[in-house]
C-alpha cells in the first residue's frame, strides 16, 4: 500500500481524479446490455456561472448517477447548456457597447455570427466548474440547444404543433421589456416593492347625472381606459351600469360593465378597465366582449406614448416617456377637476431581471402554444403515478397550475435563437415550413419574408430529455433511455420547465419525460435569508471549494437537503464536513500503520470474533438504511446513514475497540468494512474517497478498477444479535463512565471499579453487563479506566449509579472527588440553569416578543431555552447518581 500523507489536501486530489476519470471514459463506461438509468442535467446557461443554487441541483443529481454505476447499470447523465436568448445576446450587446458598437451597426447574420464567436472563445465556463463540483456527466455527447441536431428537433416541433393546431399567433398581452424591446416570461420577471402613489381620479358620467371614482397606481394608461367594472351584486351601481363615463383629457365613451374582477370592499367598489396595458383588465375586456384587436395600445415598443386607434390621445402627450407621460397626465387631470386624492403607497412593481426597468404589460401579436390543450395527458399520466411527484407536497401546485393554465407565448423579439420557421407574404398570410423554398412552393409566386422573432429558450429546453438522445432521428440512446428515470429540479423552475417537458414528451413521444420529478427547495444564508447580490449574502460555492474541498460542499449540500424544506447553509457546516473527510483520512493511515491494506472480497469475510461480527452486522445494517433511502430520494437520510456509521460506529467504536489487536481476521474484516465505508460514501465524496481506494492498495498489486465503477455493496450476510448486544453494552458502559466522569469531574487518574447490582428484578440484564464486561474488559480499562467488575446485591455507600440495557452499575466515589464538594457544585449549576430556563420560557410566552422581534432573535431564545433546559436536566440526573 501506499503511504498517505500525514495532511489531507483535496485541491491537488480532486484535479487529479477528475482529469483521470474523463480521460479514461469512466463517467460512461461501456454497458449497452446493462439496465439503463437516465436523468438530464437542466441545461445551465451558456452565459452562466456556477453558483449554490446549481451546486445543489448538481450534487443531487451525481449522488444519484453514482450509485446507478456502481449498481452496474448504463448510467447516462445528459448533460449541455443552454443558448439563454436573451442572457447571451445582451452579454454580446454589452461587450459591442465597450468598442462604441451596437448591435444594429450589423446584419443579423453578422451578429449571430459574433454570437456564436463569444460562445467559442467563453461560453464554456460553467462546464469548467461543474467538472469542479465532480460532476460525473457524459462530457463525450455535450449539448446545446443551438446545436445542428437539437435545432432541428425545435424546427420539427414548431411546425408539427401548428399542423396540429396547437401553435398559432394571437393578439395578446405580454411582459415586455422596453429596453431589449422584447416579450419576456414571467421566470424573467422581478417584482420589488418600490415606493409609489395611489392616485383617485374622478370620471363624469355621459348624461351628466354624477360621476365614478376610480383609483390607480398607473394614471397615465387612463389614455388607453375602454370600461369601468364594479361587482354585479354592488348595490351603489345596479342604476348606472350599462351607462358610460367620458374620460378626461380623452373624451372617450367608455361603459360601465359588470364583472366580478372589481372586489366592492376595495376603494370606492369601481376599477378602470384598461385591457391593452392590465393582465387582470385584458380578461376583463375580453368578458365584456372587447376583441383583441379592438384593444387600445397607447405605448410603442420602447414605452413611449403613441396614438391610440380612436385617435383622441392629445398631441402634447405624443411621444412621451411612459413616467414624463404619468407626470404630464396627472398635471392635467388636476387642471380638469378629475383628481380627487393622492396617497403614498408601497408598490409592488415588476422589474426586468436583467434590464432593470419596469416591465410593462402589452399588446402585441405574438405566437402561442395551446397549452391547455396539451395538459390533458399530463394531468392524467400524474394522477395515475406514471409521474412520481416527490415531495409529495408539490402535487397541489402542480394540479393547480395544470389545470388553469394560460396560452403559453413562445416567441422573443431577439436575433439570437431559433428563429420562427414562418414567412409572411404582403397580406399578412403566414406560411410555416422547415425551409424558405418550402414555404415559397406554399406561398406560390407572392413575396415572402420570414419572421423576425425567435423562439423562447424555454420551447427548445422543453425538449431536452428526448431532443438530446437524437429525436426525431430514432436513436439507440433514444430506444434505451427515454422516458428518464428522474429529473432532479429546483421548484422556481416547476411551470416554465418541468411541466413544459411533461407536455411535450407526451405529445411527441407518447410517454412521460421522466418517471419521478424530485422538486428541492431553495439554498439560503445561514439566517435563512433569501440571497441576493443586493443584501451581499451571496455563497460562492467555488471559494468554499478552494477552502474546504468539493466533497466537504457535496456532503453538506446533502446533508441538508430535507424534502420540502430549504436548505439554511451556514459555512462551519461545510468545515465540519471537511473535518469527516479529515477523520476518513485519518483512519485510513491508522490502518495502514496496523497492517490493513484494501480487501479483495465483496462479500463479508468470516469472523469469529465478537466486535467482528458485531461491525459486519453494522455494516449490513447501514447499507439497508442507505438503500432505503435511497429508494425514498432521502438525500438527508442517505447523509445521515453514512455519516454515523463511518465517524461513530466505525471510526470511535470499532477502531478503538480493535486498537492493538490486530490479527489476521481483524485486519481482514477492518479492511472490508473500511472498503464498504469507500464505496458507499464514494457518490457523496468522490474524490477522498477514489483517492483512499488506491491507496489502501499495495503497489505491487494495485486495485483492478477504479472506485468509480466498483460494485455496490452486496455484503451477503447477517446481523449477529447476540454480538450486536455484547459490543453494545460495552459500548453503552464507555459512554455512560465518560459521561459520569465528565459530569462529577472524576479524574482521570483514578481507576473505577464497576458494581454490577444483581438484585432479583434485573438478573438477565446483570448477567448480560458482567458477560460483555468481561469479554471487553482490556478495552473498558483502556478506554474508560475501568477495573474488573465485581457483582454486588445493592450499590456500595459514597457511589454513583449507571443504567445501560436495564442493568443497574454503581461505582463507589470515596476518596476519587469530594462528594459534598461536588452536589453543591451541582446543585448551584442546576439552580442557574433553571432560573435561564425559566426566564427565556417567560419571554418565549410574552406575544410582544415573539410577534414583534426579528424572526432570528425569535429562533435564537427557543435554541437557548431548549439548550438551557436541557442542561438542568443533564445536571440534575448527575446530582441524582450521587444520591
Excluded at 448486544?725 to 464507555?734: C, L, P, R, Y
Excluded at 461505582?811 to 442557574?832: N, Q, S, T, V, Y
Aim: aromatic share 10%; net charge negative.
Amino acid at each position: 500500500m501506499t503511504d498517505l500523507p500525514k495532511t489531507f489536501e483535496p485541491g491537488p486530489i480532486e484535479a487529479r481524479w477528475y482529469s483521470h476519470w474523463e480521460e479514461q471514459g469512466l463517467f460512461r463506461p461501456e454497458r449497452e446490455s446493462a439496465e439503463p438509468f437516465t436523468i438530464v442535467m437542466p441545461p445551465p446557461n451558456v452565459t452562466g456561472s456556477l453558483h449554490i443554487g446549481h451546486a445543489l441541483d448538481n450534487t443531487l443529481q451525481d449522488i444519484l448517477t453514482r450509485r446507478a454505476r456502481m449498481q452496474g447499470k448504463d448510467a447516462l447523465w445528459v448533460v449541455g447548456t443552454d443558448h439563454a436568448g436573451i442572457a447571451t445576446q445582451m452579454v454580446v450587446e454589452r461587450q459591442l457597447g465597450e468598442q462604441q458598437q451596437k448591435r444594429t451597426d450589423f446584419t443579423r447574420d453578422k451578429f449571430v455570427e459574433k454570437v456564436w464567436q463569444w460562445k467559442e472563445e467563453s461560453g464554456g465556463q460553467i462546464t469548467r466548474q461543474l467538472r469542479r463540483l465532480g460532476a460525473s456527466c457524459d462530457w463525450s455527447n455535450e449539448r446545446f440547444t443551438m446545436d445542428e441536431g437539437f435545432s432541428k428537433a425545435v424546427t420539427h416541433v414548431f411546425i408539427e404543433l401548428h399542423k396540429r393546431g396547437l401553435l398559432y399567433r394571437d393578439k395578446r398581452l405580454v411582459n415586455w421589456d422596453p429596453k431589449f424591446q422584447t416579450a419576456i416570461s414571467d421566470l424573467e420577471v422581478e417584482t420589488n416593492e418600490v415606493p409609489g402613489k395611489f392616485w383617485t381620479l374622478r370620471y363624469p358620467l355621459a348624461d351628466g347625472s354624477g360621476y365614478v371614482e376610480v383609483a390607480t397606481t398607473r394614471p397615465e394608461t387612463m389614455l388607453a381606459d375602454m370600461a369601468v367594472a364594479v361587482h354585479p351584486d354592488d348595490e351603489r351601481y345596479r342604476d348606472i351600469v350599462g351607462k358610460q363615463v367620458r374620460l378626461p383629457i380623452t373624451g372617450r365613451l367608455i361603459p360601465i360593465v359588470t364583472d366580478e374582477h372589481a372586489d366592492p370592499e376595495l376603494g370606492s367598489g369601481a376599477v378602470k378597465i384598461t385591457p391593452g396595458h392590465d393582465f387582470n383588465d385584458f380578461d376583463v375586456g375580453r368578458r365584456s366582449g372587447f376583441k383583441a384587436a379592438d384593444m387600445l395600445n397607447m405605448l410603442d415598443a420602447s414605452a413611449h406614448v403613441c396614438q391610440t386607434q380612436d385617435g383622441l390621445i392629445p398631441e402634447d402627450l405624443l411621444g412621451r416617456e411612459r413616467f414624463d407621460a404619468r407626470r404630464r397626465v396627472v398635471e392635467l387631470l388636476e387642471a380638469e377637476g378629475a383628481l380627487v386624492k393622492v396617497e403614498d403607497r408601497t408598490i409592488a412593481t415588476p422589474f426586468g431581471d436583467r434590464s432593470g426597468v419596469v416591465i410593462e404589460p402589452w399588446l402585441t401579436d405574438q405566437w402561442y402554444v395551446d397549452a391547455a390543450k396539451l395538459v390533458g395527458p399530463v394531468l392524467e399520466a400524474t394522477r395515475s403515478g406514471k409521474i412520481k411527484i416527490v415531495p409529495e407536497s408539490w402535487s397541489k401546485t402542480w394540479f393547480n397550475w395544470l389545470e388553469n393554465i394560460q396560452p403559453w407565448c413562445v416567441s422573443r423579439q431577439l436575433w439570437w435563437g431559433h428563429r420562427i420557421p414562418a414567412w409572411f407574404d404582403d397580406q399578412g398570410n403566414v406560411f410555416v415550413a422547415e425551409t424558405e423554398e418550402e414555404a415559397r412552393t406554399k406561398a406560390g409566386d407572392r413575396l415572402l419574408r420570414q419572421d423576425e422573432d425567435v423562439l423562447d429558450t424555454w420551447f427548445s429546453s422543453a425538449l431536452w430529455p428526448f431532443a438530446t438522445l437524437g429525436w426525431p432521428e430514432q436513436t439507440a440512446d433514444l430506444q434505451r433511455h427515454y422516458p428518464n428515470d428522474v429529473l432532479i429540479s429546483g421548484f422556481d423552475i416547476l411551470f416554465f420547465w418541468d411541466a413544459r417537458m411533461a407536455m411535450q414528451g407526451l405529445e411527441f413521444m407518447g410517454e412521460v419525460p421522466w418517471k419521478t420529478l424530485y422538486l428541492h427547495g431553495l439554498v439560503r444564508d445561514a439566517q435563512g435569508q433569501k440571497m441576493s447580490k443586493s443584501k451581499g449574502n451571496t455563497v460562492d460555492p467555488l471559494g468554499l471549494i478552494d477552502k474546504y474541498g468539493a466533497d466537504a460542499l457535496r456532503f453538506t449540500l446533502a446533508a441538508m437537503e430535507s424534502q420540502g424544506r430549504d436548505i439554511k447553509l451556514d459555512e462551519k457546516r461545510v468545515e465540519g464536513y471537511r473535518n469527516f473527510a479529515t477523520k476518513l483520512w485519518n483512519a485510513a493511515r491508522f490502518l495502514q500503520m496496523n497492517g490493513v491494506g484494501a480487501s479483495r472480497s465483496i462479500a463479508a469475510p468470516q469472523a469469529t470474533l465478537p466486535v467482528n461480527r458485531w461491525i459486519i452486522g453494522e455494516v449490513v445494517e447501514t447499507l439497508d438504511k442507505l438503500n432505503r433511502a435511497f429508494e425514498d430520494l432521502r438525500f438527508d437520510g442517505m447523509a445521515d446513514a453514512i455519516y454515523h456509521f463511518t465517524w461513530g460506529t466505525f471510526c470511535d467504536w470499532y477502531v478503538e475497540l480493535v486498537k492493538g489487536a490486530f490479527d489476521e481476521e481483524t485486519k481482514a474484516v477492518a479492511a472490508w468494512a473500511f472498503d464498504q465505508i469507500l464505496v458507499m460514501l464514494h457518490p457523496f465524496m468522490p474524490f477522498v474517497t477514489e483517492e483512499l481506494w488506491r491507496n489502501m492498495a499495495d503497489e505491487t498489486d494495485p486495485r483492478p478498477y477504479d472506485l468509480i465503477v466498483a460494485r455496490w455493496p452486496e455484503p451477503q450476510a447477517n446481523v449477529d444479535r447476540a454480538a450486536k448486544t455484547k459490543v453494545g453494552q460495552a459500548i453503552g458502559v464507555i459512554d455512560a463512565v465518560r459521561a459520569m466522569r465528565a459530569e462529577l469531574n472524576v479524574p482521570w487518574t483514578a481507576s473505577l471499579t464497576p458494581h454490577v447490582i444483581t438484585d432479583e428484578a434485573n438478573l438477565a440484564a446483570a448477567g448480560e453487563a458482567i458477560s460483555a464486561m468481561g469479554l471487553f474488559a482490556s478495552q473498558l480499562k483502556l478506554m474508560a479506566k475501568l477495573d474488573p467488575a465485581v457483582e454486588v446485591s445493592a450499590p456500595p455507600p459514597s457511589s454513583a449509579q449507571i443504567v445501560v440495557n436495564g442493568s443497574t452499575i454503581a461505582f463507589p466515589l470515596e476518596g476519587a472527588i469530594d462528594l459534598d464538594a461536588e452536589r453543591a457544585r451541582l446543585a448551584k449549576a442546576i439552580a442557574a440553569a433553571e432560573k435561564d430556563r425559566d426566564s427565556l420560557a417567560a419571554r418565549l410566552g410574552n406575544p410582544s416578543f415573539t410577534e414583534r422581534a426579528k424572526p432570528e432573535a425569535v429562533e435564537k431564545a427557543r435554541a437557548d431555552h431548549a439548550a438551557r433546559a436541557a442542561e438542568a436536566e443533564r445536571l440534575g440526573a448527575a446530582l441524582a447518581r450521587l444520591g
